[in-house]
């Protein structure tokens, strides 16, 4: 059985930082596309950003120059570097893969900018 777990969200100023992690563990033989997306109050889920197995990343436009993603294929882990965090970027934040040619979530972590 494969889980996706976050972690690191929690509490920043305005202009913080915060770094998400997600690991997958289980049994795995092959994580190709990792992805970040987050889900404001009353608002639809949206993609934040893509991470492809080789590295190549891709970012919505609301988070670029801001956020960076990173995976570690060793330890099955994506990453999410958040620097010049604004209020607008509070939400939950969910970790998506594509597992053996399957989806998975991860639970979900809040974050929220407020001073």
């Known amino acids: 059985q494969v889980q996706l777990v976050e972690s690191g969200g929690g509490l920043v100023q305005p202009g913080g930082s915060l770094k998400l992690s997600c690991a997958a563990s289980?049994?795995?033989?092959?994580?190709?596309?990792m992805a970040w997306y987050r889900q404001a109050p009353g608002k639809q889920r949206q993609l934040v950003g893509t991470i492809t197995s080789d590295f190549g990343a891709d970012y919505a436009d609301s988070v670029k120059g801001r956020f960076t993603i990173s995976r570690d294929n060793a330890k099955n882990t994506v990453y999410l570097q958040m620097n010049s965090l604004k209020p607008e970027d509070t939400a939950v934040y969910y970790c998506n893969a594509i597992i053996d040619y399957r989806a998975y979530w991860g639970q979900g972590t809040q974050v929220t900018v407020s001073s």
């Open positions: 289980g049994s795995i033989r092959e994580i190709n596309l």
